[in-house]
């Protein structure tokens, strides 16, 4: 028996249902339909409502007059059709090195073995599934130089390992090993070289490497010295070859949709930029592991020391200036493990925060608004935290003028705490804040907007508009040092909905110019010498303790009179 | 129980298929409720629904809040009293007083009689 059986009221049950309402009198017959439909006015008023809600929804979201956006998300392009294949050398195996080769599809078995088992464990662990899936950009490794043994045998156990496999797996030709970069780039089997050796290495090896007819995939900073700025300018210009800087920020997507936000003029008369830097442990301040298979056999100090016009250069200017105090304190020609892999921590090598990190914030505003090298530059800071015998300052400031763009791009560094400063355009109509993600706030005093705010249409001081890419967990993200690089939008881009590590994408836009000259690189020659003048702008202003102009007329650097 | 929701979430085409469903589903559930009309199937969808909702955000001990919710709850949320309030509708089926239900049990016991 069901519950209707139950409840139901049958006024007669002996008859069947037919003769039943024929019987009912009319009014009766009445109530009973006013009973069934009773409820169906409710449907009225509720469509009623749900009309009102979505006009009153409609005028409260129409911001098209004053803000309209273009629906294009970035896609990849597809890789050209028979590109010939390109042989690659590497040119330093550390850490950064290992990275670029993993994201042009070489990892060590090793390295792809602790992704495997920590797949294993955590299905949502997907970096080896992405890391096979990751397209073939229709390279091989041919040659790979390194000063220290370990270094280069895993550069090798990369470049042969073309299966993608973990440890065990089948492996293909070994990569030639060069203990030196001048025999590497003698090699007739190599088409071009990526260069991811300690600052004062860059320059020189990209230049010898671009004479060799080379093409060059540099790290970040361009340059260690200002001299040699100018010169690789040159060098790449008249060879020709296809250079391109590793700020791997030119590949994020949400950059596009920044820059169309600015083109636009959406966010107003920009006045000031805010860039920061802000890390809160041993490795996001250069304090690197030692290696202990690390000694005197194993490395080439030698070369490590530098080379030694360019030692000459740098000598040259710190004595110049009075700056003993910033050189050594070691001996250059001393073996020391610290200052071979740590080297960041140290003039004698490194640019400072000013090479290593300003010039990520740098790069990705002078892609967004081509602002170019700035009239002056002035800083102040200190060794405060990390006082490990490291001469480069772990907090920094640095006020960039740009009076003929009216504006000022600051730049606030600590390594010595971890509060979340984001990348802020701030416009007299709104801001901006940019990473791998977008914000725009509007802003209470704006006037384009003023009309909206008024009608409470748009609430100033509360995102107005977000674009967030892809998925927002990062999944893969490990460490700290990581999280700061994806926060900053330098280590994922999101296109045609899928994820991409953005150094593969900066590394497989290298190659296609490579294979078509048409094609230009997204971070040449032009942006590089923008970027290496405004960090050498920051460090000098730095080191000298005033304040430094750029003479845009005969591009050089001048200094401010103390007073 | 979290692999079937995130392999729902994960797989589009089946996204896609539960979002239509979703929508569609719940838009009838509420017309069978407020017209009255099969409530009886429209309380089990209903009950179906909310157990789903109810199972892919269980609030226990621990569970971050995953939605926004007015309250701090432990075992029984709304859920799950929505669901007693369908389960209490089945049987007292008020829709056979007032609603549709009225001549659609008279139908149908036309036809079975």
């Known amino acids: ?563 | 129980m979290a692999d079937f929701f995130h392999s729902i979430a994960e797989n589009a085409e089946f996204l896609a298929f539960s979002n239509y469903v979703n929508i569609y589903g719940l838009t009838l559930v509420g017309l069978g409720l407020i017209l009255g009309c099969f409530s009886r199937y429209a309380s089990i969808g209903g009950i179906v629904f909310l157990s789903l909702y109810y199972l892919s955000h269980i609030p226990y001990i621990g569970a971050n809040s995953m939605m926004p919710t007015e309250g701090s709850y432990l075992w029984i949320d709304k859920n799950l009293i929505e669901i007693g309030a369908l389960m209490v509708l089945i049987y007292f089926p008020t829709s056979h007083i007032i609603g549709f239900d009225r001549y659609i049990s008279r139908l149908l016991k036309r036809k079975t009689a």
């Open chain 1, 1 to 563: 028996m069901t519950s209707e059986d139950k409840i139901v009221p049958e006024p007669n049950k002996d008859n069947n249902a037919q003769s039943n309402d024929s019987q009912l009198p009319e009014s009766q017959g009445r109530r009973e339909a006013l009973k069934a439909l009773v409820t169906v006015p409710v449907l009225g008023a509720l469509a009623y409502g749900v009309y009102k809600k979505q006009k009153y929804d409609k005028t409260m979201h129409d911001v098209s007059d004053v803000f309209k956006l273009s629906k294009e998300t970035a896609t990849i392009p597809e890789l050209q059709p028979n590109g010939k294949q390109i042989r690659l050398g590497i040119i330093g195996c550390g850490i950064r090195g290992k990275q670029l080769l993993r994201a042009a599809g070489f990892a060590t078995p090793e390295s792809l073995q602790k992704l495997i088992d920590s797949s294993k464990k955590d299905k949502k662990d997907t970096r080896y599934q992405l890391f096979r899936e990751q397209e073939n950009l229709n390279i091989v490794l041919t040659g790979v130089c390194d000063i220290f043994d370990t270094f280069a045998e895993e550069g090798i156990a990369a470049g042969s390992n073309i299966n993608r496999e973990g440890v065990g797996g089948k492996l293909g030709p070994a990569p030639k090993r060069y203990r030196h970069y001048q025999e590497m780039l003698a090699a007739d089997d190599i088409d071009a070289v990526i260069i991811a050796t300690p600052d004062h290495w860059h320059s020189t090896m990209a230049m010898d490497a671009a004479k060799a007819g080379k093409h060059v995939y540099v790290e970040k900073p361009l340059s260690w010295t200002v001299p040699e700025t100018y010169m690789i300018r040159e060098v790449i210009k008249q060879t020709g070859v296809v250079f391109q800087l590793g700020h791997q920020g030119r590949q994020v997507d949400s950059y596009h949709k920044a820059k169309e936000i600015l083109d636009k003029g959406l966010l107003g008369p920009v006045t000031l930029i805010e860039v920061c830097t802000n890390r809160n442990d041993p490795n996001g301040a250069w304090v690197y592991d030692i290696h202990p298979t690390a000694n005197p056999q194993t490395v080439d100090w030698k070369q490590f020391e530098g080379d030694p016009e360019r030692v000459k250069e740098y000598m040259d200017y710190m004595t110049a200036h009075n700056l003993a105090k910033y050189v050594g304190p070691d001996a250059r020609d001393k073996f020391s493990l610290e200052r071979f892999f740590r080297w960041r921590c140290w003039w004698d090598y490194s640019t400072g925060l000013s090479g290593d990190l300003l010039t990520h914030e740098y790069d990705a505003v002078n892609q967004l608004m081509g602002v170019g090298i700035p009239h002056s530059a002035t800083s102040s800071g200190g060794v405060y935290f990390f006082k490990d015998g490291r001469t480069v300052p772990d907090v920094l400031q640095t006020t960039f003028e740009f009076p003929d763009k009216n504006m000022t791009m600051l730049y606030s560094a600590t390594l010595a705490s971890n509060r979340n400063r984001g990348k802020v355009i701030m416009g007299h109509d709104a801001s901006m804040e940019v990473g791998d993600t977008l914000t725009v706030k509007v802003d209470s005093g704006s006037t384009r907007y003023k009309e909206k705010i008024e009608k409470g249409i748009i609430k100033p001081d509360v995102p107005f508009y977000t674009y967030v890419p892809g998925k927002s967990n990062v999944d893969a993200v490990t460490s700290a040092t990581e999280l700061y690089f994806a926060q900053r939008g330098l280590l994922y881009s999101y296109l045609g909905g899928k994820r991409y590590d953005t150094t593969f994408l900066h590394i497989r836009e290298w190659l296609e110019c490579i294979r078509d000259n048409s094609k230009k690189t997204s971070c040449g020659i032009d942006a590089a010498f923008d970027e290496a003048i405004t960090a050498h702008m920051g460090t000098r202003a730095y080191l000298e303790g005033r304040t430094m102009y750029w003479d845009k007329d005969k591009e050089e650097i001048v200094r401010g009179e103390i007073n």
